[in-house]
Each structure stands twice: as structure tokens, then as C-alpha cells.
């Protein structure tokens, strides 16, 4: 089930706008529409839209996911190799100020950072553990210093096995 979030945090200060310089046509406005059928300025949070994405991946079939199921039949290499091409496509319009493509491309990222979470065996339950597992020890979400002894994170190896 989805969960709903009331009253989006507001721009955080000191953080410079793109929609002044956008030129990239957004009639709806900068940030993605409401949950369908939710009231006004009511959304569905992140981590749950990257859950049903990741339970999506199970049910994708090459008749009905032609496009998904190509991009999961193709391994972890192309995956990375698209995950590096999405990175660099968000870079290049967040260089370039433009918010909507900024959006689309973070969009495209995050689904193939789902994708390579999946063929690796990582749930997104992990990756929010380790966040907050850090969120507790620093009060920010950080990275945590290199040789740190809690560097290894949640993990106890780091390979996929
Ligand atoms: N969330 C996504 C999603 N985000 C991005 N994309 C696709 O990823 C593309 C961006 O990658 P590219 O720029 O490489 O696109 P491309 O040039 O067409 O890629 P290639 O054909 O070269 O692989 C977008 O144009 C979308 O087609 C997604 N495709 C599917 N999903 C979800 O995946 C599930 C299965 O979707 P389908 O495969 O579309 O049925 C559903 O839950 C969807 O919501």
C-alpha cells in the first residue's frame, strides 16, 4: 500500500531554483503530479515507489515488459552501463538548469539503479537501512569516512553471494 506525505518540505535555503532558467516546457509545474485519486498536494513518498517498482520487476514477461524484460535478460554489465549513461544525462541537464529533463532523467536513473539492485540480489529496504543507520550516527546522511570500521554497512560482505 502506498503512503501518502502531507505538505512536501519547502526548497531548502541557500539552494538555487532551476525553474527560473528552465526552458523546457512544464505545464504542470515542477514536481510530479499527486498520487491518482489522491487529494491535492498529497503524494506517494520515494522509497515507495521504488518498492513497487522492485516488486514490479517480478512480474515483467517479454510479451507484456518487452523493453524491461530485454534490459533484465541482459545482465549486470548493460545495467551498469545504462545506470552510467542515465548519471551522466541527469548531470548534463542539471548543468544546463533545465528542472523537467533534471526530473525525467532522475526518473530514468533511479529505475535503472532499481533494475541493478535487483540482478544483484540488494532490496531497497537495505539501501534505506543504510541511510538511516548513518541518518543516527552523524544526524546527516553521509557518507561514512574511508577505513571507518563501520564502513562494511549492513552487509557483512561485500560481495553478492
Ligand atoms: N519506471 C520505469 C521506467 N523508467 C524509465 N523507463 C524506461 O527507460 C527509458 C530511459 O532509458 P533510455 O534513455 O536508455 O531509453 P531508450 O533509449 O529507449 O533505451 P534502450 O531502448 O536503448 O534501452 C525510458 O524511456 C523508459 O522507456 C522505465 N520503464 C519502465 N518502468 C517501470 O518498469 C515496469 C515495467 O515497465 P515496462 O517495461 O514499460 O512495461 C513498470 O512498473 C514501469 O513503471
Same mark, same amino acid.
Given at each position: 500500500?502506498?503512503? $501518502? &506525505?502531507?505538505?512536501?518540505?519547502? /526548497? +531548502? ?5 532551476? =525553474?527560473? #532558467?528552465?526552458?523546457? *516546457? ?32 517480478? $512480474? &515483467?514477461?517479454?510479451?507484456?515488459? /518487452? +523493453? ?5 535478460? =541482459?545482465? #549486470?554489465?548493460?545495467? *551498469? ?33 532499481? &533494475? ?12 534505506? =537501512?543504510?541511510?538511516?543507520?548513518? *541518518? ?26
Amino acid at each position: 500500500m502506498v503512503s $501518502l &506525505v502531507r505538505d512536501p518540505l519547502p /526548497p +531548502r535555503r541557500g539552494v538555487p531554483s532551476f =525553474a527560473a #532558467a528552465d526552458d523546457d *516546457a512544464d505545464p504542470g509545474g515542477r514536481l510530479a503530479p499527486s498520487c491518482p485519486g489522491a487529494p491535492e498536494g498529497v503524494r506517494a513518498t520515494g522509497p515507495d515507489e521504488i518498492a513497487r517498482l522492485y516488486a514490479a520487476l517480478d $512480474l &515483467v514477461s517479454p510479451q507484456t515488459n /518487452p +523493453r524491461t524484460a530485454r534490459l533484465l535478460a =541482459a545482465g #549486470a554489465k548493460r545495467m *551498469a552501463q545504462k545506470l552510467i549513461e542515465e548519471a551522466g544525462e541527469v548531470a548534463l541537464e542539471a548543468s544546463r538548469q533545465h528542472a523537467r529533463a533534471t526530473v525525467r532523467e532522475s526518473a530514468d536513473l533511479l529505475y535503472h539503479l532499481v &533494475v541493478l539492485w535487483r540482478e544483484c540480489g540488494i532490496a531497497p529496504d537495505e539501501i534505506w =537501512a543504510e541511510m538511516y543507520r548513518r *541518518a543516527e550516527r552523524f544526524g546527516i546522511a553521509e557518507k561514512l569516512p574511508k577505513g571507518s570500521s563501520e564502513a562494511g554497512g549492513v552487509r557483512a560482505a561485500d560481495d553478492f553471494t
